[in-house]
């Protein structure tokens, strides 16, 4: 069964365990059916949802939101049930409440599948890209660019570009760790980029971003953004690099900012697109969020197949 098809399949099976509280509620509010119901919805979370027990919040939380949501839904079930006559046997859904449960258990995909799956794609990707490397005919000679060069960076002083990292060190301390905007990080990282190079720059961004705050990270997307920057940095994979440390990150913020300014940057910088990742890659995070967040899924498959269709990125 294809990775893909035991997403959808979960949510189906999700979307039944969710639908039996409601329905159970049409023949009224029974305490002893609600204790089933959050038992149902507490194994759901911890075995599917969150297998191991990691939760994004505290597991007594957790589990409290569990039980609020199966009263509400028996709730909204009751207050259906005023203008409704037909109503199931308990044993029915708790049955197939049950039996969703424990199919969604066996089909789940577990984090270290998934992982070890995109591990045994890259590596056949490798092998692969080895494999056919000698037959493949030598590529074409570049056509010059649409539009001039940018002049080289002049000769950096030492001592202006400590003081220029420094001082965009303190700009971006002073922004919000989760929300700083996007403005407020361009009007960080520009004035350092003369008096310190980008090249600086980005390697002063990519050790921040180690302390994995989300500000560090958009300021990276930030930097990509910038045309002089990705002019200056061509060649030295910045785009691939950023998109690795924030899907590393699993950070949605961070990889929808990428998506939407990585799309723009192709219209604007001649042959950059070689900077990018492989389509294959791109898609291999995109599928995380097939179920989490649908958009941000569909923008990162979009460049993928952009990139594909020959803008010039590696395959």
Do not use: N
Request: proline fraction near 9%.
């Amino acid at each position: 069964m294809s990775l893909q098809l035991r997403l959808r399949l979960t949510t189906i099976l999700g979307s039944i365990v969710l639908v039996t509280p409601f329905a159970a509620g049409l023949a009224g509010f029974d305490p002893v059916l609600w204790i089933v119901f959050w038992a149902v919805f507490a194994l759901w979370f911890l075995g599917v949802q969150a297998p191991g027990g990691e939760t994004p919040m505290p597991l007594a939380a957790a589990l409290t939101a569990q039980g609020a949501v199966v009263a509400l839904l028996m709730g909204l079930g009751h207050a259906a049930g005023l203008w409704a006559d037909a109503v199931l046997p308990a044993w029915l859904l708790i049955a197939v409440a049950v039996g969703a449960l424990l199919l969604g258990r066996l089909i789940r995909v577990p984090p270290e599948e998934l992982a070890e799956l995109v591990r045994v794609s890259q590596e056949a990707a490798g092998s692969l890209g080895d494999a056919t490397e000698p037959d493949t005919p030598p590529d074409p000679e570049p056509k010059p660019d649409p539009e001039p060069e940018p002049e080289p960076e002049a000769g950096i002083d030492p001592a202006q570009q400590r003081e220029a990292l420094a001082a965009l060190a303190e700009r971006l301390d002073a922004l919000d760790r989760s929300a700083p905007g996007y403005h407020a990080l361009v009007e960080a990282i520009t004035p350092a980029l003369e008096p310190a190079g980008a090249e600086a720059v980005a390697e002063a961004l990519f050790r921040r971003a180690d302390a994995a705050p989300v500000r560090d990270r958009l300021a990276l997307v930030a930097l990509m953004a910038d045309p002089h920057a990705s002019h200056v940095l061509r060649g030295e994979k910045l785009a691939a690099r950023i998109f690795d440390v924030i899907a590393a990150e699993d950070c949605e913020a961070a990889l929808a900012l990428w998506a939407m300014k990585a799309d723009g940057l192709l219209d604007l910088v001649p042959g950059v697109a070689a900077d990018f990742p492989a389509p294959d890659r791109i898609d291999r995070v995109a599928d995380r969020y097939v179920i989490e967040d649908a958009d941000l899924c569909e923008a990162l498959e979009a460049l993928a197949a952009r990139l594909r269709s020959g803008d010039g990125a590696e395959t």
